[in-house]
Protein backbone atom coordinates (compact mmCIF):
# COMPACT_ATOMS: atom_id res chain seq x y z
CA UNK A 1 0.00 0.00 0.00
CA UNK A 2 2.72 2.67 1.37
CA UNK A 3 4.56 1.76 -1.75
CA UNK A 4 1.29 3.02 -3.99
CA UNK A 5 0.82 5.91 -2.40
CA UNK A 6 4.59 6.78 -2.75
CA UNK A 7 4.41 6.24 -6.34
CA UNK A 8 1.36 8.33 -6.41
CA UNK A 9 2.95 11.15 -4.58
CA UNK A 10 6.27 10.68 -6.80
CA UNK A 11 3.84 11.08 -10.04
CA UNK A 12 2.43 13.84 -8.25
CA UNK A 13 5.40 15.62 -7.13
CA UNK A 14 6.45 15.87 -10.70
CA UNK A 15 3.17 16.88 -12.14
CA UNK A 16 3.55 19.96 -9.93
CA UNK A 17 6.85 20.32 -11.18
CA UNK A 18 8.85 19.85 -7.74
CA UNK A 19 10.97 17.56 -9.55
CA UNK A 20 14.21 18.19 -6.65
CA UNK A 21 11.87 16.85 -4.41
CA UNK A 22 10.44 14.15 -6.07
CA UNK A 23 14.44 13.19 -7.00
CA UNK A 24 15.08 13.20 -3.34
CA UNK A 25 11.91 11.57 -1.79
CA UNK A 26 13.56 8.80 -0.21
CA UNK A 27 15.97 11.43 1.56
CA UNK A 28 13.71 13.46 2.70
CA UNK A 29 11.47 10.75 4.18
CA UNK A 30 14.55 9.36 6.20
CA UNK A 31 15.50 12.52 7.79
CA UNK A 32 11.73 13.48 8.55
CA UNK A 33 12.15 10.08 10.15
CA UNK A 34 15.22 10.67 11.98
CA UNK A 35 14.68 14.25 13.06
CA UNK A 36 10.89 14.11 13.93
CA UNK A 37 10.26 17.56 12.78
CA UNK A 38 6.97 19.67 12.95
CA UNK A 39 4.49 19.22 10.02
CA UNK A 40 5.07 22.72 9.70
CA UNK A 41 9.11 22.42 9.71
CA UNK A 42 8.52 19.12 7.49
CA UNK A 43 6.62 21.47 5.09
CA UNK A 44 8.92 24.24 5.38
CA UNK A 45 11.98 22.03 4.71
CA UNK A 46 10.78 20.45 1.54
CA UNK A 47 9.39 23.84 0.29
CA UNK A 48 12.75 25.74 1.38
CA UNK A 49 14.72 22.33 -0.82
CA UNK A 50 12.81 22.89 -3.51
CA UNK A 51 12.52 26.64 -3.90
CA UNK A 52 16.78 26.80 -3.71
CA UNK A 53 17.36 24.03 -6.41
CA UNK A 54 14.99 25.98 -8.82
CA UNK A 55 16.91 29.39 -8.10
CA UNK A 56 19.86 27.90 -8.90
CA UNK A 57 18.86 26.43 -11.85
CA UNK A 58 17.58 29.41 -13.23
CA UNK A 59 20.66 31.21 -11.87
CA UNK A 60 22.63 28.69 -14.26
CA UNK A 61 20.70 28.57 -17.04
CA UNK A 62 20.44 32.73 -16.73
CA UNK A 63 24.37 32.84 -16.60
CA UNK A 64 24.65 30.36 -19.80
CA UNK A 65 22.03 32.74 -21.45
CA UNK A 66 24.38 36.07 -20.45
CA UNK A 67 27.36 34.51 -22.49
CA UNK A 68 29.77 36.25 -20.13
CA UNK A 69 33.35 36.07 -21.50
CA UNK A 70 34.34 35.02 -18.11
CA UNK A 71 33.49 34.41 -14.40
CA UNK A 72 33.96 37.79 -12.35
CA UNK A 73 32.39 39.07 -9.50
CA UNK A 74 32.27 42.11 -7.24
CA UNK A 75 33.75 39.94 -4.21
CA UNK A 76 37.38 39.41 -6.54
CA UNK A 77 37.64 43.15 -7.10
CA UNK A 78 39.51 45.17 -5.29
CA UNK A 79 38.27 48.68 -4.44
CA UNK A 80 41.13 49.44 -3.05
CA UNK A 81 43.42 49.31 -6.17
CA UNK A 82 41.00 51.62 -7.58
CA UNK A 83 39.70 54.18 -5.50
CA UNK A 84 38.09 56.12 -8.38
CA UNK A 85 35.05 53.91 -8.48
CA UNK A 86 32.29 54.82 -6.33
CA UNK A 87 32.15 51.39 -4.45
CA UNK A 88 28.41 52.52 -3.02
CA UNK A 89 27.16 53.10 -6.20
CA UNK A 90 28.44 49.68 -7.90
CA UNK A 91 26.93 48.33 -4.63
CA UNK A 92 23.53 49.77 -5.35
CA UNK A 93 23.79 48.93 -8.89
CA UNK A 94 24.23 45.56 -7.91
CA UNK A 95 20.73 45.62 -6.15
CA UNK A 96 19.35 45.47 -9.95
CA UNK A 97 17.17 48.23 -8.97
CA UNK A 98 18.47 50.15 -12.21
CA UNK A 99 17.07 47.71 -14.03
CA UNK A 100 13.41 47.49 -12.24
CA UNK A 101 13.92 51.61 -13.69
CA UNK A 102 15.16 50.84 -17.25
CA UNK A 103 17.91 53.03 -16.40
CA UNK A 104 21.77 52.69 -18.31
CA UNK A 105 25.12 52.46 -16.84
CA UNK A 106 27.83 53.88 -18.71
CA UNK A 107 31.68 52.85 -17.52
CA UNK A 108 34.16 54.85 -19.16
CA UNK A 109 37.91 54.75 -18.31
CA UNK A 110 41.11 53.37 -20.01
CA UNK A 111 42.11 49.84 -21.19
CA UNK A 112 42.98 47.17 -17.99
CA UNK A 113 41.44 49.35 -15.15
CA UNK A 114 38.48 46.63 -14.95
CA UNK A 115 35.17 48.15 -16.83
CA UNK A 116 34.96 44.80 -18.46
CA UNK A 117 35.40 42.89 -14.84
CA UNK A 118 32.61 45.62 -13.13
CA UNK A 119 30.28 44.85 -15.98
CA UNK A 120 30.41 40.93 -15.63
CA UNK A 121 30.03 41.14 -11.88
CA UNK A 122 26.93 43.43 -12.39
CA UNK A 123 25.73 41.34 -14.85
CA UNK A 124 25.98 38.08 -12.81
CA UNK A 125 24.15 40.19 -10.04
CA UNK A 126 21.16 40.99 -12.06
CA UNK A 127 21.29 37.74 -12.67
CA UNK A 128 21.26 36.48 -9.53
CA UNK A 129 18.40 39.18 -9.05
CA UNK A 130 16.33 37.46 -11.80
CA UNK A 131 16.65 39.54 -14.18
CA UNK A 132 17.75 38.41 -18.10
CA UNK A 133 21.04 39.57 -19.42
CA UNK A 134 22.70 39.47 -22.27
CA UNK A 135 26.75 40.18 -22.68
CA UNK A 136 27.86 40.99 -26.02
CA UNK A 137 30.97 42.97 -27.27
CA UNK A 138 30.37 46.16 -29.46
CA UNK A 139 32.01 44.99 -32.59
CA UNK A 140 30.10 41.59 -32.16
CA UNK A 141 26.35 43.17 -31.77
CA UNK A 142 27.43 45.64 -34.88
CA UNK A 143 28.49 43.02 -36.83
CA UNK A 144 25.10 41.02 -35.78
CA UNK A 145 23.13 43.80 -36.71
CA UNK A 146 25.03 44.62 -39.97
CA UNK A 147 24.45 40.97 -41.05
CA UNK A 148 20.72 40.92 -40.15
CA UNK A 149 20.39 44.28 -42.11
CA UNK A 150 21.73 42.84 -45.11
CA UNK A 151 19.47 39.54 -44.78
CA UNK A 152 16.35 41.79 -44.46
CA UNK A 153 15.78 41.02 -40.67
CA UNK A 154 17.16 43.79 -38.55
CA UNK A 155 13.86 44.51 -37.40
CA UNK A 156 14.12 40.67 -35.80
CA UNK A 157 17.35 41.81 -34.44
CA UNK A 158 16.62 44.21 -32.61
CA UNK A 159 13.20 42.64 -31.45
CA UNK A 160 16.08 39.48 -30.18
CA UNK A 161 17.98 42.52 -28.32
CA UNK A 162 15.58 44.44 -26.89
CA UNK A 163 14.14 41.29 -25.11
CA UNK A 164 16.68 41.26 -22.23
CA UNK A 165 16.34 43.14 -19.16
CA UNK A 166 19.88 44.34 -18.93
CA UNK A 167 22.15 44.52 -22.62
CA UNK A 168 25.48 44.61 -21.58
CA UNK A 169 27.71 46.52 -24.41
CA UNK A 170 31.66 46.17 -24.01
CA UNK A 171 34.22 48.17 -25.60
CA UNK A 172 32.04 51.29 -27.64
CA UNK A 173 35.03 53.20 -28.91
CA UNK A 174 37.33 50.44 -29.48
CA UNK A 175 37.51 50.14 -32.88
CA UNK A 176 35.67 53.39 -35.27
CA UNK A 177 32.26 52.81 -36.02
CA UNK A 178 31.38 53.03 -40.08
CA UNK A 179 28.16 55.29 -40.40
CA UNK A 180 26.10 52.79 -40.89
CA UNK A 181 27.28 51.14 -37.78
CA UNK A 182 26.44 53.88 -35.88
CA UNK A 183 22.89 54.07 -37.37
CA UNK A 184 22.03 50.70 -36.22
CA UNK A 185 23.21 51.02 -32.53
CA UNK A 186 21.37 53.92 -32.67
CA UNK A 187 18.50 52.05 -33.89
CA UNK A 188 18.98 49.59 -31.27
CA UNK A 189 19.46 52.38 -28.64
CA UNK A 190 16.09 54.06 -29.74
CA UNK A 191 14.45 50.52 -28.96
CA UNK A 192 15.74 49.80 -25.56
CA UNK A 193 15.04 53.10 -24.30
CA UNK A 194 13.32 53.77 -21.16
CA UNK A 195 12.31 50.08 -21.81
CA UNK A 196 15.04 48.10 -20.83
CA UNK A 197 18.74 49.12 -19.22
CA UNK A 198 21.60 48.96 -21.33
CA UNK A 199 25.68 48.84 -19.60
CA UNK A 200 27.87 50.16 -21.78
CA UNK A 201 31.59 50.28 -21.21
CA UNK A 202 34.00 52.55 -23.64
CA UNK A 203 37.41 53.84 -23.47
CA UNK A 204 36.46 57.24 -24.84
CA UNK A 205 35.02 59.82 -23.05
CA UNK A 206 31.67 61.95 -24.23
CA UNK A 207 33.29 64.38 -25.90
CA UNK A 208 35.37 62.09 -28.27
CA UNK A 209 31.88 59.72 -29.14
CA UNK A 210 31.28 62.22 -32.13
CA UNK A 211 34.62 60.55 -34.08
CA UNK A 212 33.48 56.82 -32.43
CA UNK A 213 30.35 56.94 -34.21
CA UNK A 214 31.75 59.09 -37.07
CA UNK A 215 28.78 61.41 -37.19
CA UNK A 216 28.31 64.08 -34.34
CA UNK A 217 24.23 64.20 -34.95
CA UNK A 218 23.82 59.93 -34.39
CA UNK A 219 26.61 60.51 -31.03
CA UNK A 220 25.03 63.33 -29.90
CA UNK A 221 21.34 61.32 -30.98
CA UNK A 222 22.82 58.04 -28.56
CA UNK A 223 24.26 59.63 -26.17
CA UNK A 224 20.98 61.86 -25.21
CA UNK A 225 19.28 58.67 -24.89
CA UNK A 226 21.92 56.87 -23.09
CA UNK A 227 22.43 59.58 -20.17
CA UNK A 228 19.09 60.28 -20.31
CA UNK A 229 18.33 58.35 -16.34
CA UNK A 230 21.92 57.08 -16.01
CA UNK A 231 24.10 55.91 -13.74
CA UNK A 232 27.86 56.60 -14.71
CA UNK A 233 31.24 55.52 -13.36
CA UNK A 234 34.40 56.92 -14.23
CA UNK A 235 37.32 54.42 -13.41
CA UNK A 236 40.65 56.56 -13.58
CA UNK A 237 44.01 55.41 -12.33
CA UNK A 238 46.96 52.55 -13.11
CA UNK A 239 45.80 49.18 -15.41
CA UNK A 240 45.20 46.30 -13.08
CA UNK A 241 46.98 44.12 -15.88
CA UNK A 242 49.89 46.17 -15.49
CA UNK A 243 50.20 46.38 -11.97
CA UNK A 244 50.28 42.49 -11.59
CA UNK A 245 53.39 42.77 -14.54
CA UNK A 246 55.25 45.18 -12.12
CA UNK A 247 54.19 43.26 -9.15
CA UNK A 248 56.04 39.93 -11.12
CA UNK A 249 58.93 42.00 -12.42
CA UNK A 250 58.11 42.70 -15.46
CA UNK A 251 58.15 46.36 -16.15
CA UNK A 252 60.22 49.16 -14.04
CA UNK A 253 58.63 50.71 -11.12
CA UNK A 254 58.42 53.67 -12.43
CA UNK A 255 57.20 55.79 -14.35
CA UNK A 256 53.39 54.75 -14.78
CA UNK A 257 53.42 53.32 -18.68
CA UNK A 258 50.40 54.98 -20.66
CA UNK A 259 47.87 52.96 -22.32
N1 LIG B 1 40.32 46.50 -9.18
C1 LIG B 1 40.48 45.25 -9.64
N2 LIG B 1 40.45 44.20 -8.77
C2 LIG B 1 40.66 42.94 -9.23
N3 LIG B 1 40.88 42.61 -10.52
C3 LIG B 1 40.91 43.61 -11.42
C4 LIG B 1 40.70 44.97 -11.03
N4 LIG B 1 40.76 45.73 -12.15
C5 LIG B 1 41.00 44.90 -13.16
N5 LIG B 1 41.11 43.62 -12.74
C6 LIG B 1 41.42 42.46 -13.56
O1 LIG B 1 42.36 42.91 -14.53
C7 LIG B 1 42.05 42.39 -15.82
C8 LIG B 1 41.73 43.52 -16.77
O2 LIG B 1 40.50 44.13 -16.38
P1 LIG B 1 39.34 44.43 -17.41
O3 LIG B 1 38.06 44.48 -16.66
O4 LIG B 1 39.40 43.50 -18.57
O5 LIG B 1 39.76 45.90 -17.87
P2 LIG B 1 39.11 46.85 -18.95
O6 LIG B 1 37.84 46.23 -19.42
O7 LIG B 1 38.92 48.14 -18.24
O8 LIG B 1 40.14 46.94 -20.04
C9 LIG B 1 40.88 41.44 -15.61
O9 LIG B 1 41.39 40.14 -15.44
C10 LIG B 1 40.23 41.94 -14.34
O10 LIG B 1 39.56 40.90 -13.66
MG1 LIG C 1 37.39 45.56 -21.30
Known sequence: MSAIVHARVTENLVRLRLGHV???????????????????????????????????????????IAHFPSVRTLD????????????????????????????????????GVGRTHLAIALGRAAVEEGSTVLFISATALLV????AESEGNLADKLTYYGRYKLLIVDEVGYLPFERRSAHLFFQLVS????RGSMLVTTNQP???????FGDEVVAA???????????????????????????????????????
Open 22 to 64: AERLDAVLGEAARSEPTYLDFLDALLGQEVTSKRHKRIAMGMK
Open 221 to 259: AILDRLLHRSHTLVVKGESYRLKQKRKAGLLGTSPTPQV
Open 191 to 194: KRYE
Open 144 to 147: ALAK
Open 206 to 212: VTKWGSV
Open 76 to 111: QFDFKFQPSVDQKLVRELATGRFIAQAENVLIFGPP
